[in-house]
């Protein structure tokens, strides 16, 4: 699904609702003399004063207060869009609202690529002596998925070993904006390079599918980069564009990865280094914990 047809079927879905709630007042009118007689009376006095004539105000509140009532007791209620951003249009301010991102990517990527957690729910014990200073990285991470984007932090890179939390740190962060209605999408280093390949050897009207969303979604998560391969004319070229893209349009990058900074360096190149690690936009840390999946 493209963000066209994303916006299409928000703006169906609330068509139908609509409708559906038409019907079912039509229904009721037939077939529940207490509402009809209700409908009646309401319908008559707002036509008289529509109409400009002396009206009963009290007796008008009266009756709009009691149909109300009837319509609450029957379950009538008017449906209400469920993106209060654009009122399921589907677009804000001439631009793919939100929700229209969220949509087309769900639709493209399935399910996020990294299981989701609960920063409330974290363990602390688990990790050992660092128990302080993963408790208050943890903190760091939250502020910044909370407040954003009212905040510096575009470009978050959790380094580590193998084990030391930071696909959980991804996964709690990754709840966290959901839970705040922003486009979430989250994959691995491995899957993102297929979409790169896909992008640059696909020349048909599916092309832009695989890339678009990478660069729109107001949260990508690119999960262990450095276990891909490095894909000649694809990987540097495509990696570049999505974070520089991201950095300058403002959106949230979150990258997990096995790799020190100097080996970011020498595989990645100056270019996507420099956007990684941009000391004003840039939230940089190394997680030290000894590999926790041991202990068990
Ligand atoms: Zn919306």
Request: proline share 3%; net charge positive; aromatic share 8%.
């Amino acid at each position: 699904m493209n963000y066209s047809e994303a916006v299409r079927a928000i703006a169906a879905n609330y068509i139908r609702r609509k409708r559906e709630y038409e019907q079912a007042e039509l229904d009721l009118l037939a077939s529940n003399a207490e509402f009809a007689e209700s409908e009646r009376e309401k319908r008559a006095l707002l036509l008289s004063e529509a109409k400009g004539e002396k009206t009963n105000g009290e007796k008008l509140k009266k009756t709009l207060e009691k149909n109300e009532a009837i319509r609450k007791k029957l379950g009538l209620i008017p449906p209400e869009p469920r993106c209060p951003i654009c009122g399921d249009t589907g677009r804000t301010n001439g631009k793919f609202c939100d929700c229209a991102v969220a949509l087309a990517v769900r639709s493209n990527s399935g399910e996020l690529g990294i299981p989701l957690h609960s920063f409330e729910e974290v363990d602390f014990s688990v990790y050992g002596d660092e128990k302080e200073n993963y408790r208050k990285l943890f903190s760091q991470v939250e502020t910044i998925c909370s407040t954003y984007p009212n905040n510096k932090k575009r470009c978050l890179v959790l380094g580590g070993g193998t084990g030391n939390g930071k696909t959980y740190l991804a996964g709690c962060a990754a709840k966290r904006l959901l839970e705040r209605g922003l486009s979430v999408m989250a994959l691995t280093a491995f899957a993102a390079n297929d979409r790169f390949l896909k992008y640059h050897t696909c020349f048909d009207g599916g092309k832009a599918e695989a890339l678009e969303p990478l660069l729109h979604c107001s949260a990508l998560i690119i999960d262990d980069l450095g276990t891909e391969s490095i894909l000649k004319n694809v990987t540097l070229e495509y990696l570049y564009q999505v974070i520089n893209e991201r950095n300058t349009s403002g959106k949230l990058t979150l990258i997990t990865t096995n790799l020190t900074p100097e080996r970011l360096l020498s595989r990645y190149g100056e270019r996507i280094y420099s956007r990684l690690f941009d000391k004003s936009l840039s939230f940089a840390t190394y997680l030290k914990a000894n590999d926790i999946r041991k202990a068990f």
